[in-house]
């Protein structure tokens, strides 16, 4: 059965054999095979929308995955001339005609063009070295922002110039896996607290840094992991919390709310579409629909295409492009030979689990 276009949700594979597909409103689900990009475990995790298009970044995989919901056809982009190994990449998102993922273990940030199909890498090593630097991504007023993970600064990139800057956030968090997906809401940057306690908050004009405890809502480990925005609020993608994160920037104020799901890593990726958040399941087997004007919670079940742990990782629709994409044809790719990634184990809770 085919899915309307307008009221697609997307997930990426990450163990997953397939990218999910789900129709919101009919709640119909179907699966679209990525043997051909790539096998294994921990493939995909971030996802974003361009021009009609989706694309997934490759964290163990080789190649950027891109998807034509229209076409059905999946493409593949050879990355290894920025970055080779595992866990290469996390977040994603587009900006202007361009796709970028965040930097995790490797020392460049991917830059990928959607109309010349050519990707290069932009040196982050000024900012942040190591093992898992930054989790989550997004675009803001003509800027790229990435969510420190290991990093003790945020990542802020100016395409037109290729230059990178830090901000440190030492004064909201510490120590490793701190923060995971990031967004903008408003004015502000803001990063989903993982083992932080508090929220991060960036201001692009002003360069100020600030925390909004949130331990009313969750304590621990792995406490959220993706994060979006919607109408003056953020809404972050509970992990191992026993609730949703919910956050207005501007009044400062957080609040937590139950899920109809209970046990530790319960879901990873998050979205807006059709005024509700979605969020997609890492161990569980639903897609979780909340509708925040009646705070009523509802679901997709999603077994019929994934089973196992760490399913999916990212999750986007197509109305969530950023608007000044850049929408000239797209050219065709070479044929890339298929190279499947080295199979490699999933790594311990804490380590590497994203948007």
């Known amino acids: 059965m085919a899915l309307s276009s307008s009221s697609h949700i997307f997930a ?24 051909s990009v790539a096998s294994g475990f921990w493939k995909f995790f971030g996802v974003c929308s361009s021009g009609g298009r989706i694309f997934a970044a490759p964290l163990n995989a080789d190649h950027l995955l891109r998807y034509d919901p229209k076409s059905k056809q999946i493409d593949k982009f050879d990355v290894t001339s920025v970055a080779k190994g595992g866990y290469k990449f996390f977040g994603i998102c587009s900006l202007g005609g361009k796709i970028y993922a965040a930097p995790y273990n490797s020392d460049q940030l991917l830059v990928f063009d959607t109309v010349s199909n050519t990707v290069q890498g932009i040196d982050v090593t000024s900012v942040a070295e190591g093992k898992g630097k ?10 790229i922002f990435a969510a420190p993970y290991n990093s003790d600064k945020l990542l802020i990139l100016d395409p037109v110039s290729r230059a990178v800057e830090g901000i440190s956030v030492t004064s909201v968090a510490t120590g490793e896996n701190k923060f995971f997906g990031i967004c903008s809401s408003g004015s502000k940057i ?62 400062k104020s957080v609040k937590g ?52 742990g760490f399913k999916f990782g990212g999750i986007c629709s197509l109305e969530s492009e950023e608007e000044d994409v850049n929408t000239a044809p797209v050219v065709e790719p070479t044929q890339i030979i298929p190279q499947v990634p080295e199979k490699t184990a999933p790594p311990e809770k804490g380590c590497c689990v994203i948007s």
């Open 12 to 35: 990426a594979p990450c163990n997953s054999d397939d990218l999910i597909i789900a129709d919101y409103f009919s709640k119909t689900v179907e699966g679209v095979n990525v043997d």
């Open 134 to 143: 930054f989790r989550g991504i997004c675009s803001s007023g003509g800027k």
């Open 190 to 251: 803001v990063a989903a607290p993982c083992n932080s306690d508090k929220i991060l908050i960036f201001d692009p004009v002003s360069k100020a840094v600030q925390g909004i405890d949130i331990t009313q809502v969750a304590t621990g480990k792995i406490k959220f992991m993706g994060i979006c925005s919607s109408a003056g609020k953020v809404f972050a993608a509970p992990h191992d919390s026993d609730q949703m994160l919910i956050c207005d920037p501007e009044a």
């Open 257 to 308: 709310i139950d899920v109809p799901v209970k046990g530790a890593m319960k879901f990873s990726g998050i979205c807006v579409a059709g005024e509700r958040i979605f969020v997609v399941p890492s161990h569980g087997h639903k897609i979780l629909i909340f509708d925040p004007m009646s705070t009523d919670f509802d679901s997709i079940d999603v077994s019929s295409i994934a089973h196992g």
